[in-house]
């Protein structure tokens, strides 16, 4: 089905027309502030969308979002949904865009993959804005006393660039001062943290204003506000703060605002995109990056905490191949009927669905199968949900679209209906730091306990005498396994979680724990997508 002009997709939405901005003929910005009757509308019901520990193989969520949207328009439901804009450091690197796949799909895909309506590029001139400020301070006989050895605010870029992890800069300047810096992928920064937490532009420059970006020589925190320059951010971010329109490929309207990574962010798209689409649909799907330990945990302690959100129901999507995977088969030889590999990796679908349980939430299992599951595979999974009491569906959405996913569609509707939510987070943000981050990481991935380095337990005790003993949780974790080793799989026991570094996000209220080898830049494979693009045309 061709896309149709956004005007039209607009329509279904009953936007008013001074509300679009368009950019061309298939994306335009929302101007909330040109629909008078918004905040007074009654909310809809919001369904999170997660996944087991992704793999090779992929899982699906944003196809089964995407999927489930179109589902909902078949069964005659006004649904909506609300994605993150994709980083282009996975588009050129390994992952390739996020756009979900086949008929459950959204577009423009280049555009939206791509540079789409600029929201990254405001974000990368603003964080790096600050950055320069900072330093022609510094250079400008440094009138704040700044120590240029305890300067925390990163550079970033937009890309996979791992030589940028650690740099020195004003090396050759005789008016200099050089000293170490770094760069974080744009998705990674605390600005693309606080862009996707705040409630309004107002509350954005609030919160831009309290990020500490330095330390002076007595070791007094530095912020943004300090160095006078939050305005002019301001300026580069007016437009991105409204959310950006585009339409999956059955012509059914999608918000795509924001971006954070999950695995070193919060993972979730902007609050502003959500809140608006609670008001425009009665159904809202939105989703949280990566498997369920991370996206969807601080989805639900953050995010929800954050914004007032309270979410009805909760889609936890599974493959064959990847439970597979986690049962032990080698990537080569999934193709191949395993029912044995397959019993061995379902441990880790039950851990993901018990610790949502644990937020009170109901949780539907999409299975979302491919051309290479055998009936036999399927069986073995719907009769184990079946077994488990567990709600689940089948879902087709890549090959054959909304059709595909009615049947997930129902199960949500009927989860919806029967009201069975009770949402509650895991930890209340007042209890001591310690005590949040040994809880996810004992209840949410199963380990025996923490062990902190030197550095994270001096940086606790110094976050919590500046007055941070009341911040969310961020931890930094490998997607790839419910350890800090991407190397294990499946739903391991007796291990603990080990943390090197404790950053402080304090625009965000949030402190991030880094643990085992995880960066916030990441780097690219040996063979990128950017070089097997070369065989592609470009136009």
Same mark, same amino acid.
């Given at each position: ?140 006989? *440094?009138?704040? !006393?700044?120590?240029?050895?305890? /300067?925390?605010? =990163?550079? &970033? #870029?937009?890309?996979? %660039? ?100 999950? *695995?070193?962010? !919060?993972?979730?798209?902007?609050? /502003?995109?959500? =809140?608006? &689409? #609670?008001?425009?649909? %009665? ?115 890549? #090959?054959?679209?909304? %059709? ?136």
């Amino acid at each position: 089905m061709p896309l149709k002009q956004i005007q039209e997709v607009a329509k279904k939405l009953n936007l008013p027309e001074e509300a679009i901005l368009p950019y061309g003929r298939y994306k335009a910005k929302i101007d909330l502030s040109a629909i008078p009757d918004l905040e007074s509308r009654k909310d809809g019901k919001l369904v999170l969308v997660t996944a087991i520990t992704p793999t090779k193989a992929g899982e699906g969520k944003t196809t089964t979002s995407i999927g489930l949207a179109d589902g909902m328009a078949k069964i005659g439901k006004k649904a909506l949904i609300a994605l993150r804009e994709p980083s282009l450091g996975p588009v050129f690197g390994i992952k390739g865009g996020a756009t979900g796949g086949g008929k459950a799909s959204i577009g423009p895909k280049d555009d939206i993959d791509l540079h789409f309506t600029g929201d990254f590029h405001a974000l990368t001139s603003s964080i790096n804005l600050i950055s320069a400020v900072i330093e022609n301070s510094l250079y400008q006989g *440094n009138p704040l !006393h700044i120590d240029p050895n305890r /300067i925390v605010w =990163k550079r &970033a #870029l937009d890309m996979n %660039d791992r030589s940028l992890r650690d740099i020195t800069v004003a090396e050759n300047d005789p008016k200099g001062i050089p000293h170490h810096s770094s760069f974080n992928i744009t998705v990674a920064s605390e600005l693309m943290a606080i862009y996707c937490l705040a409630s309004s532009p107002e509350d954005f420059l609030e919160r831009l204003k309290r990020i500490i970006v330095a330390y002076d020589e007595q070791g007094k925190p530095l912020t943004v506000a300090d160095f006078k320059v939050s305005h002019a951010v301001m300026k580069l971010m007016r437009d991105a703060f409204m959310p950006n329109l585009v339409q999956t490929l059955e012509n059914n309207p999608a918000l795509i605002q924001g971006g954070p990574f999950a *695995n070193i962010a !919060h993972g979730c798209n902007a609050l /502003i995109a959500t =809140k608006a &689409a #609670l008001k425009l649909a %009665d159904i809202v799907i939105t989703e949280a990056g990566f498997g369920a330990d991370l996206g969807a945990e601080k989805f639900l302690d953050i995010k929800c905490q954050v914004g007032g959100l309270k979410p009805a129901a909760c889609v936890m999507v599974a493959t064959v191949r990847a439970l597979k995977l986690h049962g032990g088969v080698a990537f080569e030889d999934l193709d191949k009927e395993n029912l044995e590999a397959l019993e061995k990796g379902i441990p880790n679908l039950y851990r993901h669905i018990e610790n949502i349980r644990k937020f009170g939430l109901p949780v539907t299992v999409g299975i979302n199968v491919f051309p290479t599951d055998t009936k036999a595979e399927i069986e073995l999974l719907r009769k184990w949900c079946e077994d488990k009491g567990y709600r689940f569906a089948i879902n087709s959405a890549f #090959l054959d679209g909304g %059709d595909g996913a009615k049947e997930l569609a129902k199960r949500v509707v009927e989860s919806l209906e029967e009201g069975e939510c009770n949402y509650k987070p895991l930890y209340d943000r007042h209890e001591p730091n310690l005590v949040k981050i040994e809880r996810i990481c004992k209840e949410i991935y199963g380990a025996d306990g923490v062990e902190y380095s030197d550095l994270a337990k001096k940086q606790l005790e110094e976050y919590d005498a500046l007055g941070y003993g009341d911040a969310f949780i961020c931890m930094a974790k490998t997607p790839l396994s419910f350890t800090d080793s991407p190397k294990i799989q499946g739903a391991p026991t007796g291990f603990k979680i080990h943390v090197r570094e404790i950053n402080l996000a304090a625009g965000s209220h949030f402190l991030i724990p880094l643990t085992g080898t995880i960066f916030t830049m990441p780097g690219l494979p040996k063979v990128p997508l950017a070089e097997e693009m070369e065989s592609l045309p470009w136009k």
